[in-house]
């Protein structure tokens, strides 16, 4: 069963808006929550993360909102830039677990 | 200097060999893991290793053997090759920690298996 679900297969912005991707996750077990970046044949890279005891995580143009009452978290991409066109992965870290729970993906289409 | 890095890249082979995928870190962690992403792009822990030692095996068939010979290296044995094998496979490194002190994993840039 998917405990994380990123419901929007794909997302389509135009340079210099902002770019909002949601994730929603099942778990209340989980404590670390984490956005990656990945383009074709590369591994995921990294971006921002955020734990539970926080509700916001700014790093730059981006920004992780999460909110625990109702198992949601969102990055803001703003201004969104064409090189941010990649897919973009929500994972989520149980309490002292080890391994990621990931989303399927939002593939993130920036146009100028 | 490559952070996480996975040998070979692209591995095609016939059902039935067996094949080795190796991977490095120079990090300092001391936690590797195994992630499978199959043809739907779900990403899937496989195993995870802390300090050599084994701490997570999902449900993976017991063709696929990982062995960690030190803390920087974490290689993956698969015997008996089958086609539903045929995915991109990741590796990862981190530090462990929780809450406040958790960090992110990082990734390599994957390893490609094709099964004919």
């Known amino acids: 069963d998917q405990q994380v679900k990123q419901n929007s297969p794909s997302l389509s912005v135009q340079e210099g808006r902002i770019s909002i991707l949601n994730c929603d996750y099942t778990?209340?077990?989980?404590?670390?929550f984490l956005w990656y970046k990945k383009y074709p044949a590369e591994g995921p890279t990294f971006l921002i993360s955020i734990s539970s005891i926080k509700d916001k995580n700014e790093d730059g143009r981006f920004t992780v909102f999460l909110n625990k009452s109702a198992k949601h978290l969102s990055l803001h991409i703003v201004p969104s830039q064409p090189g941010d066109s990649a897919v973009y992965f929500c994972?989520?870290?149980?309490?002292?677990?080890?391994?990621?729970?990931f989303g399927k993906g939002t593939s993130l289409l920036v146009t100028p | 200097d490559t952070a996480v890095s996975q040998t070979p890249k692209y591995l095609v082979t016939q059902m039935g060999n067996d094949k080795s995928i190796k991977c490095e870190q120079n990090l300092g962690h001391d936690t590797m893991y195994w992630y499978k992403q199959d043809s739907k792009k779900f990403l899937k822990i496989m195993f995870s290793y802390n300090n050599k030692e084994l701490i997570i095996n999902e449900t993976v068939p017991n063709r696929f053997s990982p062995k960690s010979p030190d803390k920087a290296h974490l290689n993956l044995h698969i015997n008996s090759l089958e086609l539903g094998d045929s995915a991109v496979y990741f590796c990862a490194s981190s530090h462990t920690g929780t809450g406040d002190s958790n960090q992110p994993q990082h990734f390599g840039d994957g390893t490609r298996l094709s099964i004919l």
């Open positions: 778990n209340s077990m989980f404590d670390y």
């Open positions: 994972a989520a870290n149980p309490i002292s677990g080890y391994a990621l729970n």
